[in-house]
């Protein structure tokens, strides 16, 4: 009797999963950019990029950034009025609304590696994904190359830009410290995040454990002012 109750359970579950990986394969078309990070899907469907950030154009509160310009037009030069397929990280929309995700040409250009691939945004460092590593690493090639923003920067802004180590820390549930791997007072729960994170959330170093710590620095670009959190060596 049981069994006859739990295949079409099965089924079921079958047919999500065939489904979630058919729907990975649908086209959309990109109908408008907002800016160099943020697209326009048919149906009005707005997608920010996953990982990648780009110098502010359209954000009423702030100033237009350096290159902010140029980073516009280079994703609307790559993907405005074409077919475009999307791929989703451990989160599908943020708290704007906006659905999340990879963006794939057809030509199979991923998008959002290509932006920062050719210097037009920054790796995003304060959530861990998927291609973390990679678009960290597509960044500092492009700091090296000097291509797209980084193309503008003095030696010594390039130096100081370039120590971008963002390490991996503890935390627990209910604790207000971060933690190196190991320490003991990580035995009931033990939670990965960025010292970045970890610092942006008000977390404070374990006196015991003394895990890696960070100062901020600020640089210019040009006539524009940005800080940094540089790895305490
Ligand atoms: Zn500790």
């Known amino acids: 009797m049981l069994m006859k109750v739990k295949v079409p359970v099965i089924a079921i579950v079958c047919l999500l999963v065939f489904s979630l990986a058919q729907s990975q394969e ?31 154009t359209k954000d009423p509160r702030k100033p237009v950034q350096y290159f902010g310009r140029q980073a516009y037009e280079f994703t609307k030069r790559l993907v405005e009025g074409l077919k475009v397929r999307l791929g989703y990280d451990w989160n599908k929309k943020d708290k704007y609304g906006r659905t999340l995700a ?28 998927k291609y973390y590593d990679e678009f960290k690493r597509y960044e500092r090639e492009a700091r090296e190359k000097a291509i797209g923003l980084w193309s503008n920067m003095e030696r010594q802004e390039l130096l100081v830009a370039n120590d971008d180590d963002n390490p991996i820390v503890y935390v627990t549930r209910t604790g207000k410290k971060y933690h190196r791997e190991g320490c003991s007072a990580l035995k009931s729960s033990k939670i990965p995040i960025t010292l970045k994170e970890a610092y942006e959330r ?14 901020k620095v600020n640089y210019q670009i040009g006539a524009f002012q940005y800080s940094q959190f540089l790895l305490e060596r």
């Open 26 to 56: 649908v086209w959309r078309t990109c109908i408008a950019v907002i800016d160099g990070d943020t697209i326009v899907l048919d149906g009005n469907e707005r997608v920010r990029l996953i990982g990648v950030d780009t110098p502010e």
């Open 102 to 129: 990879y963006v794939y040409l057809e030509d199979g250009t991923f998008l959002n590696a290509e932006i920062i691939k050719r210097g037009y945004g920054f790796a995003y460092r304060h959530f861990l994904f």
């Open 202 to 215: 008000g977390y404070t170093p374990c006196a015991l454990c003394n895990p890696p710590k960070f100062r």
